[in-house]
């Protein structure tokens, strides 16, 4: 069987298949561990010194401009279809007044409603806005009127040679200072934010590309598991989707993810009548985990089923991610059409998720607890049949389950019980040096309940960097948000048995993270 990648680009003015075939360089083409280097290389027929990729047109993108990437088998498993979701052009015509009427929602918080993580760029943004409304009100009054104030006493009637010379220079300071500022503003904040103005903001301009950029998601990723045109799930040419966003494509991706498995949390080949004869002992151990998990975290040993090895205490990232995949394939097996393997989230600003999607901590877990957001693992319900918690029901109409090993039905927000979740994330210093936009999600994203608290989502601190200059945690690079996937290309395409290509450290991981090679 095949496996798909999607690629979900971040803010700004992208350009079609920009984002992918750099992230292809970086994952696949100078990749020597994916195909043995004994193998000619196909384009070739010389020896291998990458792995080749073409790029074919292909209609599921629904999009002329793009075009699937396809590699060759790998030793032991078939090829791999890289694709991009591009959604720049779903956004369009952004005004400054969009982005500044959303800017001012971030300014007038509460300082106690600013996370620490951010609480230096919130200061700065306040500082700059300051600065910019001063030199607004300069620029409206008359030069001789600034002169006086700032070097006399506000008298407007002195005149003298200084205040010539001023009345000459400053509306020469003020023109340049307006035009360094419109440029700022054109040039860099709405070209950059104004995407994150429109889509996180749900204001009734907004609406309708937020709807537009979703249903387009959904509707690649339904065709990539098997939907065909009237509307029917059959045969996959795949049996893995990987999905990989960056920046503010992570929220659009967990938003296309959510909403896809709403649609089909409930489809199966089972009927509920026969739930008795269709186990699922990899979800009951899976749920079974996680609640006794929850409860050592929270100290409530009293209620942990007698465990001498010890095997709920090491129960931790490997082992949930593990029963994730098991999870997922068991699911397959009773009909259910879900293939996204793993969501691998790069500079995700979802660390900010109650600074940016909420209006503070306490309303993120509301939503959470409601299932207006996905936690990993899902929020769990008590369930009175069972005298448990779980992330599944039971269909209405199957027999009656005390044990809770039947068929059931994950609920609709319960799509990580199913996909993994990594993030990698570059911490930052002084705002600029390293990714402020990026951070850890496993405390805005694991599940967190009276039982207790447990997250499954692996936090992977990486150092990315570009061109020559390495970069560490304690020495980050400039600005790294947009260097999770970039390294010299020239380098590795041009080595040596002399002088060998160095991988950096940050495409080792997330190479890792992917798995092309052996994940399930």
Known sequence: MKQAVVIIHGMGEQLPMETLQGFVDAVWVYDKDLISRGREDSSTGEKRKRNPVWGKPDSRNRSYELRRIATES?????PTDFYEFYWAHLIHGTTWE???????????????????AVRKAWILLWVVSVIAAIGSLAALLPSATIYNCLFNECASDTVGKQQS?????????????????????????????????????????????????????????????GKDTSGRFGPRRYDRIVVVAHSLGTIVAYDILLHCFARLNTVSAVDPKDAAANQQPVRAA????????????????????????????????EQFQELQGLCRQELNRQGNPWIVSDFITLGSPLTHAEFLLAKDRGDLRDKQVQRIFATCPPAMEFDGTTRAWHFTYGPSDAPRDET????????????????????????????????VISGPLSEQFGFHH???????IRDIVVAPYSGD???SVDAPDFFSHTKYWHFNATAARTETEETPFVTPEHINVLRSAMNLKNGI
């Open 74 to 78: 790998m030793d032991g498993r078939g």
């Open 98 to 116: 969009q982005v500044k009427s959303w800017i001012f929602d971030l300014l007038w918080r509460s300082p106690r409603r600013v996370p620490m």
């Open 165 to 225: 010379l001023w009345t000459i220079v400053s509306p020469v300071l003020i023109g340049l200072a307006s035009l360094g500022l419109g440029a700022f503003v054109n040039v860099f904040l709405i070209k950059y934010f104004g995407d994150v103005a429109r889509y996180v903001k749900a204001d009734p301009l907004n609406v309708a590309r937020r709807q537009e950029i979703r249903e387009k998601g959904v509707e690649l990723l339904e065709t990539l598991m």
């Open 286 to 317: 899976l749920e079974r985990r996680v609640r006794t998990k929850m409860q050592l975290a929270a100290g409530k040993t009293e209620t942990v089923p007698d465990d001498p090895q010890g095997r709920f205490e090491l129960f931790g990232i």
């Open 404 to 435: 809770g090993g039947d068929f059931r039905h994950p609920h609709h927000a319960a799509l990580f019980a199913y996909t993994r979740w990594t993030n990698l994330y570059s911490p930052h210093k002084m705002i600029f040096w390293g990714d």
């Open 450 to 456: 009276v039982q207790g608290q447990f997250s499954g």
């Open 469 to 471: 200059r390495s970069a």
